[in-house]
């Protein structure tokens, strides 16, 4: 299935995330009642023209001046291939039309080529996926859509790991779906499919709404400061089954993970919201709607956090992605 690359002026889409009330932009806070959430989206993000005193210098003159790329379709033979037009320290929106289909490939997107946005129909969603694994890949290095630039995002997509549910015995059957690291991404309306480590929502502001995220164990996992509205969570196998591990190291530190007006479904029984992956651990669900399958206690409580590793000031991007992979590769205890 081939691209078609385009650039469209889209309304930019941030929400600044403070901890632990969540807000808009302008400070409004999201409404209880789950009817009026669309209206209060509507009113935090408003068009790019009455927004220009709001938004951070670099983002204003990216969506400005749109880049106008190739006119047609079937511009490239696969995602990769578009990634790769674009401009390395791109400061541009780049969009880049997926047309429906399945797209069996592992997409990495490096950090200088920002402003990079993934568009799908939202009534033919195109298929990314690919079955990396931890054995082959190592854990981060898994996923098949891997996010390291900032101003990222992606609308009407699916992101699948089609690699098989860990059985207990396999040893590196971890297996990501997305790992995004990049600061100020957003995500609208996607799905993503794994089961152990889904989402490593790794570092950096994101915001999700409207999206579908389902896993098996630390299917949310990682120290990112990540908003997830309207969101479904859903739990898949039978056996211990937790849906976040924010890696949290200190009370100062600015992450964490807000589900507001999100849904828990799944399978089995006894799902934990979450679990200690550090030891201070930042998650909050407001106005969420969780099933029977949602253990009462919530909160796994792990006999052994996992300590910090090193601090990744003034060091290169180079340096910094090797150490945080390290970071994020530290043993988790699984119980199946």
């Known amino acids: 299935m081939g691209y078609n690359c385009v650039s469209l002026i889209l309304t930019i889409l941030l929400v600044v ?3 632990p009330v969540v807000y808009g932009n302008d400070a409004t806070p999201i409404p209880q009642n789950k009817n009026r959430i669309e209206q209060w989206f509507n009113n935090n993000v408003p068009s790019l023209a009455s927004r220009k005193d709001t938004l951070d210098p670099a983002l204003l003159t990216a969506e400005a001046t749109p880049r106008v790329r190739q006119n047609g379709r079937g511009d490239f033979k696969t995602l990769t291939e578009a990634i790769n037009s674009v401009p390395v320290g791109n400061k541009e929106r780049v969009i880049i039309k997926l047309g429906h289909g399945e797209y069996k490939e592992k997409v990495t997107i490096d950090r200088n080529k920002p402003f990079i946005t993934l568009y799908g129909d939202p009534n033919a969603m195109p298929v990314l996926t690919f079955d990396g ?6 854990t981060v290095d898994s996923a098949t859509l891997i996010v390291l630039s900032d101003y990222f995002m992606a609308i009407n997509i699916i992101v699948k790991n089609s690699a098989p549910m860990p059985d207990g015995k396999r040893k590196g059957a971890q297996a990501l779906s997305m790992r995004i690291s990049g600061n100020k991404a957003a995500f609208y309306n996607c799905k993503f499919y ?11 502001n994101h915001f999700f709404k409207d999206c579908y995220i389902e896993g098996t164990f630390d299917f949310i996992f990682g120290s990112g400061r990540s908003l997830y509205l309207s969101t479904q969570l859903n739990v898949v196998g039978d056996g211990l089954r937790v849906i976040t ?4 190291k200190s009370t100062e530190e600015k992450s964490g993970y807000s589900f507001v007006h999100c849904k828990v479904t799944g399978t089995g029984t006894g799902i934990y919201l979450g679990r200690a992956w550090m030891s201070h651990p930042k998650v909050v669900y407001a106005y969420t709607d969780m099933s029977s399958v949602v253990n009462p206690s919530g909160w796994h409580k792990n006999t052994q956090t996992e300590p910090g590793r090193c601090s990744m000031e003034s060091i290169s991007d180079q340096d910094q992605d090797r150490e945080r992979k390290r970071e994020l590769s530290i043993h988790k205890t699984l119980t199946t």
């Open 17 to 19: 995330i403070t901890w």
């Open 133 to 138: 694994t931890a054995a082959e890949y190592g």
């Open 194 to 204: 794994g089961y152990q480590d889904t989402i490593c929502d790794d570092t950096g």
């Open 245 to 248: 591990a924010h890696a949290g």
